[in-house]
DNA sequence: TTGTAGGCGTTATCAG
DNA sequence: CTGATAACGCCTACAA
């Protein structure tokens, strides 16, 4: 009854291992510390009671005392949604090899639950934070920003507040993405977007009428809510009109889903009936059929990219002004905007 | 010059709070913990510093003192693939819900990885630990499950150690999987499996050998890097052997996509010339064609049960001998295993 | 209703 | 080389 207290586990601390020693708490800190003028012999007599005893330092403790954390925050919008999953990824990867933690929040692109994240995450007195703003404004940030908190936006930048940022090249991107059903001979392309609040779709819809205003074609762009369900609904909407488009430029990865799911139980055929083309390239685009032609996002590095630069501020060895990094996207033609004609790989 | 000194980020502490405000330590301490005994005015003037200071709560001193963090360590094996991604969110909806956060960590099914991100989570005093175990003996957790840290294995229980564990149906469902393939009149039913070190693999291929056995065909068992890359190759292999199977059975959503690329490849049609049936559903199965049936997992519960249980352990709300939980499957009937012939929705 | 003293587990300082 | 002693920021007694 009195094992299993339950909460407080019963560790021991340094303190204990240093009784168990008989020596000083300094010097048992010193020995867990790797820190020299140590005995070897006494070093070992440590050694043995922190195993015997099977102590772990208490980082609350030791943090606490040094005053940082080797602990990063990441706010995402949603795991599920695998180009997020990937950044996250890429974002652990460098995590793990430099020596830091990463606490994971996903804000669901709600600015409220972004706001009690990183509220939570300041009282965890992280190292830096790493986020996929959500729609609004964040100057909101300025106050942890201003106190030295490390903040780096990934994949769009912050509104409201001048940070770093690490971002794809959305509207190169989109306007590809669009030139290359102009190629394939396509004119009434339909743009199905999320709303314009969201940086990367602003963008990418700008990068859709470059292209439809270079060559000369009369816009067709639906704002929906760009998740699958959005998206199937836009699509059922969108072949029932009297002149529906003859090809579909999906959004996200999510809208792409959703296109091809409803057009598929709307019977619609894709190159042949429709030609469709998506912004972020998922693993199965290349094992449908047909193999779907996407522009791909560096969705790993993204991650990596960021996680590199925040830790570099953290540590001190980026200074200077905020810096935007941009990275490429590439169109991966396959097959669902018609057969090839020799296009190259389509740089953004 | 001064500013930014990199590093440390220099915060106002509870007794500037208190300074500024003309009061204690202990009264404003009362204020940020909503404690009574407090007159009306002081509060607010406690309150106007907070805010004028932009005070944040030190998380660490307080947990240091209070001994007990809301943190949860998670440990998967890749954040990448859907189905962890799937488990994660669900653990981080329920963390959210009962004000948790959740440190994320990726093993890639390394123990060695596993073990030092377990290492690392206990320094930080995680209130409890959630992990998919990699493969191999976890007798290294048992002390610090007896130091009476909760531990709950997700997806497969831990070898080794007798601890909480929310898994899935394994062995049922890839019985049922390999029923409905007989039931479809296919004979030659290969299974692609990964390591039997893992406890999924080893239920599943036992599900699969009762399936045969009792329909008294010869089993089909080929041992793979359960990969896209290392299903892709076995395929290839399977489909050259002198008598290819007429069905696959896909023991993980990776395997499947990677039968499903190679069949591509190699101009082989579904179900037409093979059938393939896989375990762990994902979203794509519906919208590609043919459309997968596949064994569904309810992935977001496996998390979502898996953290009730570890936040209930934490809090005392739950207690007792370790407790396993096992969660149904389902097949989702669709046309990759060819045309239904009035199947219900099998249960596993 | 408010304040004072002491300690949580570490590490830093500075004598031995 | 080693060890007292004082912080780190907060909270819990226990007074006032």
Redesign the pocket.
């Known amino acids: 009854m009195d094992r299993q207290n339950e909460g407080s586990l019963n560790r021991p601390?340094?303190?204990d291992v240093a009784r168990e020693a008989n020596?000083?708490?300094?010097?048992a800190?010193r020995v867990?510390?790797d820190e020299r003028?140590?005995?070897p012999q006494?070093r070992s007599r440590v050694k043995d009671a922190i195993t015997r005893l099977g102590y772990r330092?208490?980082d609350l403790?030791?943090t606490?005392?040094?005053?940082t954390t080797r602990t990063i925050g990441l706010v995402i919008a949603d795991i599920s949604n695998p180009f997020y999953a990937s950044c996250a990824q890429g974002v652990a990867r460098v995590a793990r090899q430099r020596g830091y933690s990463v606490v994971l929040s996903a804000s669901d692109e709600g600015l409220q639950a972004e706001r009690e994240y990183v509220e939570l995450l300041v009282r965890q007195r992280i190292a830096g934070l790493l986020l996929v703003p959500a729609a609004g404004d964040h100057s909101y940030l300025e106050s942890e920003r201003s106190r030295g908190l490390p903040i780096v936006a990934l994949d769009r930048p912050l509104t409201g507040l001048d940070s770093d940022c690490v971002l794809v090249e959305n509207e190169a991107g989109a306007r590809a993405m669009t030139e290359h059903l102009i190629a394939h001979g396509r004119r009434r392309i339909a743009l199905l977007s999320g709303s314009l609040d969201i940086y990367t779709y602003a963008m990418r819809l700008q990068g859709y009428r470059l292209a439809m205003a270079a060559a000369g074609i009369p816009e067709m762009i639906r704002m929906i809510d760009p998740t699958v369900e959005g998206a199937a609904a836009a699509t059922v909407e969108l072949m029932s009109e009297p002149e529906p488009p003859d090809s579909i430029c999906c959004v996200n990865n999510r809208v792409t889903v959703g296109v091809l799911g409803a057009l598929g139980r709307l019977g619609i055929s894709v190159p042949d009936d429709l030609a469709v083309i998506g912004f972020d390239d998922f693993e199965l685009s290349d094992v449908v059929r047909p193999r779907l032609t996407m522009v791909r996002q560096p969705s790993i590095d993204l991650g990596m990219s960021a996680a590199t630069l925040l830790i570099d501020r953290i540590e001190g060895l980026e200074s200077g002004p905020p810096r935007a990094v941009t990275l490429p996207v590439d169109v991966m033609i396959r097959d669902s905007c018609g057969p090839h004609e020799g296009f190259g790989g389509v740089p953004a």
């Open positions: 601390t340094l303190k020596v000083s708490l300094k010097t800190s867990l510390n003028y140590v005995r006494v330092s208490n403790a030791r606490l005392k040094l005053g």
